[in-house]
């Protein structure tokens, strides 16, 4: 699992970027609402050529 921070979530469009440890930043989709700032683990997927975060936990 990769750890990280969400760097910002738009509850309205269910969609936001979490920045990773390593700086590296990756895009997440989500039904249930992420709050700025707040750390999360996360696996990495494939999704049509492009990195994004899924299962998205708190840490």
Known sequence: M??????WF???????VIKQEDG???LVNSETPLR???R???ELVDNQGMQVA???QPA
């Open 10 to 16: 738009k509850p309205g469009k269910g969609y936001g």
């Open 40 to 42: 999360v683990s996360f």
């Open 54 to 56: 899924s299962n998205v």
């Open 2 to 7: 990769a750890v990280g921070t969400v760097k």
């Open 24 to 26: 590296n930043e990756v």
């Open 36 to 38: 700025d700032g707040a």
